[in-house]
T-cell receptor
Framework: ELKVEQNPLFLSMQEGKNYTIYCNYSTTSDRLYWYRQDPGKSLESLFVLLSNGAVKQEGRLMASLDTKARLSTLHITAAVHDLSATYFCAAFSYRGSQGNLIFGKGTKLSVKP | KAGVTQTPRYLIKTRGQQVTLSCSPI?????VSWYQQTPGQGLQFLFE???????NKGNFPGRFSGRQFSNSRSEMNVSTLELGDSALYLC??????????????FGPGTRLTVL
């Protein structure tokens, strides 16, 4: 059974600093997603990583995938307050020909001035 | 293009009652998946419907059920509510059934409180 672990679960950063959120998954998965959730809001898709070595960047966020290590990272560069949110990673778990997303517990990021 | 809509947005029920939540997917999307989000268990997959058929189901008791209509709108029903059913229920739509390269778009959620 696929399990997804994120760390840290809580992250308090100062503006301008860099940090990385880690996402480990326990069995093979061919897709890894990153989502952002603001308080009381739904999930916003950030990145979809489909292959080993995939790297995607959007603004101050960069995500990468290492399928051999079963590890994805979300790197935050020069954090700003607007990045404060909870970030989830999710791996796709197959059940026969179907499947569903398995989510990590989320990393609550707080960026302080 | 309108996004995924869910109704109602907030709901308060008492133990033992039943509840029905609704989800309208993005126009043209035929797959609807439901997730439960709680502080303790996080985000958990409930079930997925595609073309009016349940394609996949998570590890939830039979009190949780769903259906999908010919216009792809989906409803989720929870019978005999328990306190632990208090959660944010999210639905997600996608063009195809859950397969490779098929991105899900999430709705705003229904916040259910069971008293």
């Amino acid at each position: 059974e696929l399990k997804v672990e994120q760390n840290p679960l809580f992250l308090s950063m100062q503006e301008g600093k860099n940090y990385t959120i880690y996402c480990n998954y326990s069995t093979t998965s061919d897709r890894l997603y990153w989502y952002r959730q603001d308080p009381g809001k739904s999930l916003e898709s950030l990145f979809v990583l489909l292959s080993n070595g995939a790297v995607k960047q959007e603004g101050r966020l960069m995500a990468s995938l290492d399928t051999k290590a079963r590890l994805s990272t979300l790197h935050i560069t020069a954090a700003v307050h607007d990045l404060s949110a909870t970030y989830f990673c999710a791996a796709f778990s197959y059940r026969g020909s179907q499947g569903n997303l398995i989510f990590g517990k989320g990393t609550k990021l707080s960026v302080k001035p | 293009k309108a996004g995924v809509t869910q109704t109602p947005r907030y709901l308060i029920k008492t133990r033992g009652q039943q509840v029905t939540l609704s989800c309208s997917p993005i126009s043209g999307h035929r797959s609807v998946s439901w997730y439960q989000q709680t502080p303790g268990q996080g985000l958990q997959f409930l079930f997925e419907y595609f073309s009016e058929t349940q394609r996949n189901k998570g590890n939830f008791p039979g009190r949780f059920s769903g259906r999908q209509f010919s216009n792809s709108r989906s409803e989720m029903n929870v019978s005999t509510l328990e306190l632990g059913d208090s959660a944010l229920y999210l639905c997600a739509s996608s063009f195809l059934s859950s397969g490779p390269y098929n991105e899900q778009f999430f709705g705003p959620g229904t916040r259910l409180t069971v008293l």
